[in-house]
C-alpha cells in the first residue's frame, strides 16, 4: 500500500472539500453538451491547473505523483466526467510540454496563463484520414525565413472550440516517419487558423472537441517546443502524462461509482432480498473492486518508473488499456445493477457509460495498445 506524506495528504483534503461542487448539475449540462463556463473560473481560482508547474510561471511545483493522487480525488468527487477531461486535457496538452521544452520566453508568456487558468490549452494531432497513425499525419510545416507556414486539418481536437492556445503537431521534413514532425505553439488568434464548432458526441459532452483548419497559418520559429524535427518526442513525453493523468481521474470515478453500487445492493429490496444477498450481484461488484485495485497499482507503479527515469512504453499501454477497459465493465456493471434506475438519464450512470466508452478510443485506442503491446513482445 502507497504512504502518503503528510504534505500530499493535506494537499488532496484540500481538494476534496472544493472540487465536488463543481459537479452540480452535472446531468443537465451533459444533456445540453455544455462547456461549464462560470465553472471553470472556479476550478482556475482553486489553483489546481498550477498544480505541476513551476512556480516561478504561477504553478505549485508538485511532482507527477502528488499530481495523480490530487486528481484521483477531482475523479472521486466531481461527477462532471467532461469537466474532469477538460482540466487533463489543459494540463498535459499544452502546459506539461511549454514547461519541459519551450523557451523561458514562451514559459514568461504563457505558462503563467495556462497555470492561472485565463487561457485554455489544446493539442491538435490527429487527423480526419490518419485516426490513430500519428507518424502518417500530413499536416505540414514549411520554412518561411524566420517562421513556419502551416497547412492541413486537425479532428478530435479536445477542449478545440473554447480553446486559446493550441499545440499543433505538423510535418517539417518529408520521408523521415516519426522524426519529421515538429510540435508548435499557435494561438488561436493567428491568421490562417480557423477552429470549427464543437461536434455533438456520445459521452464527455461537457467538454468540447472540433477541428482546426490551417490554411497558410504563419507562426513564428521561437514558437517550436523543443527542436524542429524532435515532435515525435514531445508527443511521446505527453503521451506519457495524458495517460496516467487522465486515467488516475477516471480511477477516481471508479472508485465513486463503486461505493455507490454497494449501498445500492446494501439496501435496495426484491424479492424479498436485499439485491446485494444476489450473486450476480454481488459478482459484478467484486469485480468493479478488483478493477479498482488493479488499475491502482498499474497507474502509480507506472508513474513511479516513469519519475525514475525508466523505459515504460510497454506499462503505458497497459496502463491504458487496462484502466480504460475496467473502467467500461465498471459502468456497465453499475446500469446493470441500479437496472431501471440506471437507464434513466436522472441518476447519472447512464451517462457514466457513455463516458467510459470514450476511454477506451481517446489516447490511442484498446486495439492500438494491444498492438503496441504484442509488438514490444516480438509476436507482431
Not at 434513466?344 to 451517462?351: D, N, P, R, S
Request: net charge negative.
Amino acid at each position: 500500500m502507497r504512504e502518503w506524506t503528510d504534505d500530499q495528504r493535506a494537499l488532496r483534503e484540500h481538494y476534496a472539500g472544493v472540487v465536488a461542487a463543481w459537479g452540480e448539475d452535472h446531468i443537465r449540462r451533459d444533456q445540453d453538451g455544455e462547456f461549464p463556463q462560470e465553472i471553470w473560473k472556479l476550478v482556475a481560482e482553486s489553483g489546481l491547473l498550477g498544480l505541476p508547474f513551476d512556480p516561478e510561471w504561477g504553478g505549485q511545483g508538485q511532482d507527477l505523483l502528488t499530481v495523480m493522487h490530487v486528481l484521483e480525488e477531482l475523479g472521486l468527487s466531481c461527477r462532471d466526467g467532461g469537466l474532469n477531461f477538460s482540466i487533463a486535457t489543459h494540463l498535459v496538452s499544452t502546459g506539461i510540454p511549454l514547461q519541459r521544452f519551450g523557451s523561458s520566453q514562451l514559459k514568461a508568456r504563457y505558462l503563467t496563463r495556462i497555470c492561472d487558468g485565463s487561457a485554455i490549452g489544446a493539442h491538435a494531432i490527429t487527423e480526419p484520414r490518419g485516426g490513430s497513425d500519428v507518424a502518417g499525419m500530413v499536416t505540414t510545416a514549411r520554412q518561411d525565413g524566420d517562421a513556419f507556414v502551416l497547412s492541413g486539418q486537425k479532428s478530435f481536437v479536445s477542449c478545440g472550440p473554447v480553446a486559446d492556445l493550441f499545440v499543433v503537431y505538423a510535418r517539417t521534413q518529408q520521408g523521415a516517419g516519426p522524426f519529421g514532425i515538429t510540435a508548435f505553439l499557435v494561438e488561436r488568434a493567428t491568421p490562417g487558423l480557423t477552429v470549427g464548432p464543437s461536434a455533438d458526441k456520445m459521452g464527455l459532452r461537457t467538454s468540447p472537441f472540433g477541428e482546426l483548419l490551417l490554411d497558410g497559418c504563419v507562426v513564428p520559429r521561437q514558437n517550436v517546443l523543443g527542436q524542429v524535427g524532435n515532435g515525435f518526442f514531445v508527443l511521446d513525453y505527453v503521451m506519457k502524462w495524458e495517460i496516467l493523468c487522465s486515467f488516475v481521474i477516471t480511477l477516481g470515478a471508479m472508485r465513486n461509482r463503486l461505493a455507490r453500487c454497494v449501498e445500492y445492493a446494501r439496501t435496495r429490496t426484491q424479492f424479498g432480498r436485499k439485491i446485494g444477498g444476489y450473486q450476480l450481484v454481488a459478482d459484478m461488484i467484486v469485480d468493479m473492486k478488483i478493477g479498482v485495485e488493479t488499475s491502482s497499482r498499474w497507474l502509480y507503479d507506472t508513474a513511479e518508473r516513469f519519475l525514475a527515469g525508466a523505459s515504460v512504453m510497454q506499462e503505458i499501454a497497459i496502463t491504458k488499456l487496462l484502466v480504460s477497459e475496467a473502467n467500461l465493465r465498471s459502468a456497465t456493471n453499475a446500469v446493470r445493477i441500479f437496472g431501471g434506475r440506471g437507464y434513466l438519464t436522472e441518476y447519472g450512470v447512464e451517462k457514466e457509460l457513455r463516458d467510459a466508452v470514450g476511454g477506451t478510443i481517446y489516447s490511442g485506442t484498446s486495439e492500438i495498445q494491444r498492438d503496441k503491446i504484442a509488438r514490444m513482445l516480438g509476436v507482431a
